[in-house]
């Protein structure tokens, strides 16, 4: 198993609350992502990281930020929750760019009441 | 617009027998391509890859296979388990593209009845 931890694992929020989702890895691999999972539209990227302070957008970022100041850690940040950031969030590793293989997280349950 | 399609959100066979699971493509820009499993409350798994100078990729009772003039794959499991019962995705990288460009499908379910 990729050595990923994600958390916190579960979790229920209000409306308009921020979120910090952490994912820590311990492959020293380069490249990280966060995707979500809703029914109906497989993994969608957040955002993605390709090495410390560098990040950039994916498909479905907004209403998301990103951080990475070391090198095992991305954290994805909800700034002001909505109802329909309702989702599994896994976060992912790459060693390298072109072609490989992406190892993910177990994931987290976000419910934004 | 669905680059990566799944069109059979569900499949059921018996164990022992073949499960075919299907997948098409509309962005003849991609150039690799992976299957992931994922089971319930998990995080996918990396199951099979193939690149797209090749037509055929296998590694156990896993076997994909790619149609680049019919922008198709397909993920062949012999002989079908219980324990392959999961969801499996279809997912896809252009060519120049980095991780990031990754692609993935909705999604079909495979379920496998003993």
């Known amino acids: 198993d990729a050595g990923i931890t994600q958390s916190p694992r579960h979790k229920v929020t209000e409306t308009g609350t921020p979120v910090t989702l952490r994912c820590h890895q311990t492959?020293?691999?380069?490249?990280m992502y966060w995707y979500r999972q809703d029914p109906g539209h497989g993994l969608r990227l957040i955002h993605y990281?390709?090495?410390?302070?560098?990040?950039d957008k994916g498909e479905v970022s907004d209403g998301y930020s990103v951080s990475r100041s070391k090198t095992e850690d991305f954290l994805l940040t909800l700034e002001s929750a909505t109802s329909s950031q309702t989702s599994v969030y896994f976060c992912a590793i790459s060693e390298a760019h072109a072609g490989n293989t992406i190892y993910f997280g177990e994931g987290s349950w976000l419910t934004v009441v | 617009d669905q680059q990566v399609k799944q069109n059979s959100p569900s499949l059921s066979v018996q164990e022992g027998r073949i499960s075919i699971l299907n997948c098409d493509y509309t962005?003849?820009?991609?150039?690799?391509f992976l299957w992931y499993k994922k089971y319930p409350a998990e995080g996918p798994t990396f199951l099979i890859s193939i690149s797209s100078i090749k037509d055929k990729n296998e590694d156990g009772r896993f076997t994909v296979f790619l149609n680049k003039s019919a922008k198709h794959l397909s993920l062949h499991i012999v002989p079908s388990q219980p324990g392959d019962s999961a969801v499996y995705f279809c997912?896809?990288?252009?060519?120049?593209?980095?991780?990031?460009?990754?692609?993935f499908g909705k999604g079909t379910k495979l379920t496998v009845n003993p």
């Open positions: 492959e020293n691999h380069r490249y």
């Open positions: 997912a896809a990288i252009p060519t120049q593209g980095g991780s990031e460009k990754l692609v």
């Open positions: 990281s390709y090495g410390v302070k560098d990040t």
């Open positions: 962005n003849s820009m991609f150039d690799y």
